[in-house]
């Protein structure tokens, strides 16, 4: 059974920077699977843009590493998208995926993050996890919550020119209105441009689907 879509940490804290992305999961351990576990879902939450409910609901079968493509079924909105996968989350599957097998307990039914008992991975188990992150201090001066990730790549895309359409989707919005209120976050110029190149695009409006 797949995890409850649920509606996440939705406080609008200020995104991390790419740099400290990078140190967040190059500090991350990898000397067993639920280190690389831990690591793969990071680079999900943040290179695939993703809800935590939508990344512990993904299946073996909703990845395509050749084509380096996520499936994402039974997102909040009930929509299906398919998103683009960086070449490092697929370096981190790959590790990941090698020594999955040592979870897997009767008969594999495919949810890709398994527990030690191996059932699909838990909401409440994340949490636990992020407070041992924050506990080591990866990230001085923050706090770490897996809404964060997503936040900070739908920032990181829009200031290196992505178009706030392409966001929408990628981010799986039901209204462009919600992608908008990440246009308070990028340089003022940008807004500029945005605003002369798509004019009904009105900075400042509020978040409803996160």
């Known amino acids: 059974m797949r995890a409850k879509t649920g509606t996440g940490n939705k406080s609008f804290d200020p995104p991390l920077s790419e740099a400290e992305v990078a140190g967040?999961?190059?500090g991350l351990p990898r000397a067993s699977v639920y280190d690389l576990r831990a690591v793969c879902l990071l680079?999900?939450?943040?290179?695939?843009?993703?809800?935590?409910?939508?990344?512990?609901?993904?299946?073996?079968?909703?990845l395509d590493l050749h084509r380096r493509t996520v499936l994402i079924r039974e997102s909040k909105h009930d929509q299906t998208r398919l998103v683009p996968l960086p070449r490092t989350a697929k370096s981190s599957l790959?590790?990941?995926?090698?020594?999955?097998?040592?979870?897997?307990?009767?008969?594999?039914?495919?949810?890709?993050f398994l527990t030690q008992q191996g059932r699909r991975w838990a909401i409440g188990s994340i949490y636990v996890i992020f407070r041992r992150l924050n506990d080591q201090g990866l990230c001085a001066g923050r706090t770490l919550h897996p809404h964060i990730f997503r936040h900070s790549i739908a920032v990181h895309l829009l200031r290196r020119g992505?178009?706030?359409?392409?966001?929408q989707q990628f981010l799986g919005h039901?209204?462009?209105?919600?992608?908008?209120?990440?246009?308070?976050?990028?340089p003022g110029h940008l807004k500029e441009d945005y605003e002369a190149a798509m004019p009904e695009i009105e900075v400042g409006a509020g978040a409803s689907d996160w």
């Open 174 to 186: 039901a209204s462009l209105d919600t992608t908008k209120i990440y246009l308070r976050l990028v």
């Open 162 to 167: 992505a178009d706030i359409r392409y966001i």
């Open 43 to 62: 680079e999900l939450l943040y290179g695939c843009g993703l809800r935590i409910s939508e990344a512990l609901n993904l299946d073996l079968d909703d």
């Open 24 to 26: 967040i999961i190059d």
């Open 94 to 112: 790959q590790a990941y995926l090698s020594l999955r097998k040592a979870l897997v307990i009767g008969p594999d039914r495919g949810a890709l």
